[in-house]
């Protein structure tokens, strides 16, 4: 028995539930046949699995598919495929928003300007007021809103559903974003972390529901996320993977934003690169801004990027050592420049086991910008699955 089929044949009945429903939401399973070869669980399993969620409301059968020598096997799709999420990726000075269909395929975005040092009060409206003009666009076409979700750009605690201990966040302490959204929408809402969002979404659009992997998001600042079998890894007080405080020695007594000394943040993040060119008399203010510099071969904003990518690589180092995953993703805007990527990737590979990065794959991530989006609506199909059991 291979290691993907003995995970799967040895997850408790709910786990193997959503991974038949991840499968058929992400098109890689159609078919009872399909579920058991790739999940290697028993025939007998899936159709226990698949009678439960079609009772749940949560699957419905629907047409039959292309015989290969005995009966023609009956289509399983996600129930309510016309239905749709409003899902949001919050950022200090921007919104991503989009609209997702219920079996994961994202119909429309759009970018909207905020800024997060309005407080939550103010962002939400802005962000709630375009996605109600988002989902409204949609009133021609069949469906229903099914759920809100939004990453947020800082540690959330998801007993309070809000961010807790931000640090460019002033006022969001604490908030109940969740709570303020099931009430603006009358649905069920889900918020996270926006890099534990963006690895979600970036995971199932290259890997599946056993594979492992971690996404780096590195921008302004630095976060991740970690996949594990398939889900999202939090840690005991959801601060699992924040690698943009690691003490690094080159960073010196450089003060971080966390009220710390010597975080990899301060040199290694958009923000802290920001910093050191413009102590050398460079007038930058964004990341955007430093990632153009580079490619337009600036030698100072290009080696600052080189290096970044290097220490970034060597807090990794320990991290894909200790976890051995499938895949490391990264994205944000300095996964936007090569060099920066390559840096990574080099220091990776000479800093781990050969064994570890026998198969790794180190990339930019396919989804862009809308990883976060993905996510949200991975999240939001999860919590209704459990709330219509």
């Known amino acids: 028995m291979s290691l993907t089929t003995h995970r799967a044949a040895s997850t408790g009945t709910e786990q193997q539930a959503k991974l038949i429903v991840e499968l058929i939401a992400h098109g890689e399973a159609a ?22 969620l079609e009772r749940r409301g949560v699957l419905v059968e629907e047409g039959v598919g292309e015989s290969s020598g005995g009966r023609r096997p009956r289509i399983l799709r996600l129930r309510g495929g016309d239905d749709y999420a409003l899902v949001a ?16 395929e994202l119909l429309e975005t759009q970018t909207v300007p905020v800024s997060i040092n309005d407080g939550p009060d103010a962002t939400l409206e802005l962000v709630a007021a375009a996605l109600r003009e988002l989902g409204s666009d949609s009133d021609a076409q069949p469906g229903r809103l099914r759920g809100v979700g939004m990453a947020l750009p800082g540690p959330v605690d998801n007993t309070i559903g809000g961010v807790e201990l931000p640090s460019r966040m002033p006022g969001w302490q604490s908030f109940a974003v969740r709570d303020w959204l099931e009430r603006r ?116 904003a290009t080696t600052l990027v080189r290096t970044a990518g290097t220490y970034l690589g060597e807090v990794l180092s320990s991290v894909v050592n200790f976890f051995n995953p499938d895949a490391l993703f990264l994205t944000g805007g300095m996964a936007s420049c090569e060099p920066f990527i390559a840096a990574v990737r080099s220091r990776v590979y000479e800093g781990c086991h050969p064994l570890v990065t026998q198969n790794l794959r180190i990339e930019s991530a396919s989804t862009g910008p809308d990883a976060g989006l993905y996510g949200a609506a991975h999240l939001v199909r999860e919590k209704i699955s459990v709330l219509e059991r």
């Open 31 to 52: 078919s009872r046949s399909e579920i058991s070869r790739i999940l290697g669980l028993a025939p007998s399993t899936v159709s226990l699995r698949v009678a439960e």
């Open 89 to 104: 990726d919050l950022g200090g000075h921007h919104a991503r928003i989009g609209r997702v269909s219920f079996a994961g």
């Open 185 to 300: 929408f009358e649905v069920p809402a889900v918020v996270d972390n926006d890099a534990n969002l963006m690895a979600l979404g970036e995971h199932y659009a290259q890997l599946g529901p056993e594979a492992h992997s971690i996404t780096v998001k590195a921008g302004t600042a630095i976060g991740s996320g970690i996949i594990v079998s398939g889900a999202l890894h939090r840690g005991a007080t959801g601060a699992a993977g924040d690698v943009t405080h690691t003490r690094i020695s080159a960073a010196a007594s450089e003060p971080c934003s966390c009220g710390n000394i010597g975080c990899l943040e301060t040199i290694a993040s958009g923000a802290g690169i920001v910093r050191q060119l413009r102590e050398r008399g460079i007038n930058v203010s964004t990341t955007a801004e430093v990632v153009a510099l580079a490619r337009d071969a600036n030698p100072q």
